[in-house]
């Protein structure tokens, strides 16, 4: 009697960790669900659930996601949280001064200190954080060169079509960039 079962190949590890390298690129990498990942590679979703279970995908995908840029407008949020708390301490000290509550109004001038020495380290990160990741304008028109050179080479009507783009875009970039 024969089986009529698929029997599970074995592969030669090498090729087991080039299989699983590929459903992390496809998952991590590229972005795409375990589901079309185990699909495209032919592995189970069980298979494919316990490698990104194993090697943690998730925390990775998700921070190959967030970009500087992400960084900055938490820490942007931060400040500006920490600048209405200092508003309502400040708000705090003038009615302790005019009711002559000494204690209070110390007490608050200290709370008060902390969060303006919060903002000022929030700030200094802040400026570290977008100064590490800024690129010169010059950096910026290299890259759109080549891009735009290329698309030329490759569809001369795309790279036409583009050309209002071509201009916006620098002109944008010299704007941020200077």
């Known amino acids: ?27 991590v990498v590229q972005g795409h669900s375990q589901k079309d990942a185990c699909e495209v590679l032919g592995i189970s979703t069980v ?8 090697g943690s995908f998730k925390k990775l ?4 996601q967030q970009d500087y840029r992400t960084d900055v407008d ?14 309502i301490v400040e708000e705090r000290i003038t ?3 005019i009711s002559g509550d000494t204690e209070e109004e110390e007490r608050l001038r200290k709370v008060s200190l902390g969060i303006a020495d919060e903002m000022s380290k929030l700030t200094k990160t802040l400026q570290g954080i977008e100064k ?33 783009f071509q201009g916006y875009i620098v002109r944008k970039k010299t704007n941020e960039l200077g």
Not at 143 to 164: G, Q, S, W
């Open 1 to 27: 009697m024969a089986k009529n079962k698929k029997q599970k190949k074995q592969l030669k590890k090498k090729e087991y960790e080039k299989l699983k390298h590929s459903f992390y690129e496809l998952v």
């Open 47 to 54: 298979t494919g659930s316990k490698w990104a279970q194993d």
């Open 61 to 64: 995908r998700e921070g190959r």
């Open 74 to 87: 938490n820490i942007r949020q931060l400040i500006r949280i920490q600048s209405q708390k200092k508003l």
């Open 95 to 97: 009615d302790a001064q």
């Open 132 to 164: 590490d990741q800024k690129y010169s304008l010059g950096e910026f028109i290299n890259v759109m060169d080549d891009i735009f050179t290329a698309m030329r080479e490759y569809d001369l009507d795309l790279f036409n079509k583009t050309i209002p």
